[in-house]
């Protein structure tokens, strides 16, 4: 009898169902309509352009001169030294200001708009931005010299030094994109049930017992959110290295816009467009590995 009386609702939903279990497709239909139309078919495109002649041959010919471009490598690890520091240091940087913009402290609301502004600016602005505070003549050279830090103008922007050039990026980058993991870990350290925290202040837990036992363990899906966003964003920094590094610093991104425009070689572009999707999915597939969810855990 218990379960004729459970069974019932299920029977008498697959019977008025009928239209309605379409419903959620149909919702998706458009999503689904858009991503096939605007980043599908152009990725089938390319990979087909990277793969072919100027004539329309199958073959390795674009992949070869890719390879054996004097400028592929350096962007490569250039490429990877960006990934390398600004994840961390990104990282790092957005939970502090998260944890600020949660707080209980009076006004911490506020810094969430303060925090958000650079997501206001473009790549290329904020490039021009820092340009103008890294240049010989620039702001940072005229506050240090005002307070006696220095004797006279340090050339930020020497492309005889590179690392110079990579940490100028880096500090651009830092600041105009820690907003968009900021938004993703707000949103995870709201979602962490109250409880858990009071059941740490019960038991006398410090700060960083309380970080590491409580805060990132809840926020593991989040913050693999966070880093799979980033590191696939970090792959296509394009215009601060251009506004910064000039044509002296190559990443993959500028290499692909080189390709392009100033070789007129839309298979080698292509190419360079397969080699970045490439590194991104081994990327985002170690960052799977290395965070897996209680569920992948088989917790």
Partial sequence: MAEAV?????????????????????????????????????????????????????GLGSIRAMLGDDRFWPAVWTTVILLVVLLPLQFALAMAMSMVITSRLRGSGLWLYVFLLPLGVSELGAGILWYSIFVEQGWLNTVLQSLGLIDRPVIWLDYREPWRVIGTIVVAEAWRSTSLIVIILVGGLRAI???????????????????????????????????????????????????LGGTGTDVLATQANRAYTEYQDAHLASAYGLVILLVSLVAVGIILVALPTRKERGE
């Fill in 6 to 58: 459970t069974e019932a609702p299920v029977v008498a939903a697959e019977r008025r169902g009928g239209p309605q279990r379409w419903l959620p497709y149909l919702l998706l239909a458009p999503s689904v309509a858009y991503l096939l139309i605007f980043f599908a078919s152009p990725m089938i495109q390319a990979f087909g352009l990277a793969f072919t002649s100027t004539t329309g041959e199958w």
């Fill in 193 to 243: 049930p109250r409880d858990y925290l009071e059941a740490a202040d019960v038991f006398h837990a410090g700060p960083w017992q309380r970080m590491r036992h409580v805060v990132l363990p809840m926020m593991r899906p989040t913050i693999r959110t966070a880093l799979i966003v980033r590191t696939v964003l970090a792959f296509e920094v394009f215009a601060t290295v251009i506004a």
